[in-house]
């Protein structure tokens, strides 16, 4: 099984930033994709962020280019969220998605195996 754990999620104005981490353990794949998904209140969970194993192909959701960054540390197992110039509408429980395969980049809910429990962030106006 493979475990997914989430953090750096918060309470924060908009305008702020925040910097999400997911940790991947457990019967890790050689070679993997990862993604960040966020799901507001009364909506569908929704793309936010996506990146191959190498790291040189990513992915955004038009809603978040060029203020959000995804990276990863493959060293660690690890996917980061860097999330600039935050506004109230990002606000939503978070979510670090994997999906094996060495060139997996997918950008939808079907694409990902594995699913962490959530970070909320909320921005206040």
């Known amino acids: 099984q493979v475990q997914l754990v989430e953090s750096g999620g918060g309470l924060v104005q908009a305008g702020d930033s925040l910097r999400l981490s997911c940790a991947a353990s457990?019967?890790?794949?050689?070679?993997?994709?990862m993604g960040w998904f966020r799901q507001a209140p009364g909506k569908e969970r929704e793309f936010v962020a996506g990146?191959?194993?190498?790291?040189?192909?990513?992915s955004y959701a038009d809603s978040v280019k060029g203020r959000f960054t995804i990276s990863r540390d493959n060293a660690r197992s690890t996917v980061f969220l860097q999330m600039n110039s935050l506004k109230p509408e990002d606000t939503g429980v978070y979510y670090c998605?994997?999906?094996?395969?060495?060139?997996?980049?997918?950008?939808?809910?079907?694409?990902?195996?594995?699913w962490g429990q959530g970070t909320q962030v909320t921005v206040s106006s």
């Open positions: 998605a994997l999906a094996p395969g060495a060139g997996t980049l997918a950008r939808t809910r079907a694409g990902y195996e594995y």
């Open positions: 457990g019967r890790i794949f050689m070679f993997y994709g």
């Open positions: 990146i191959s194993w190498t790291g040189y192909d990513t």
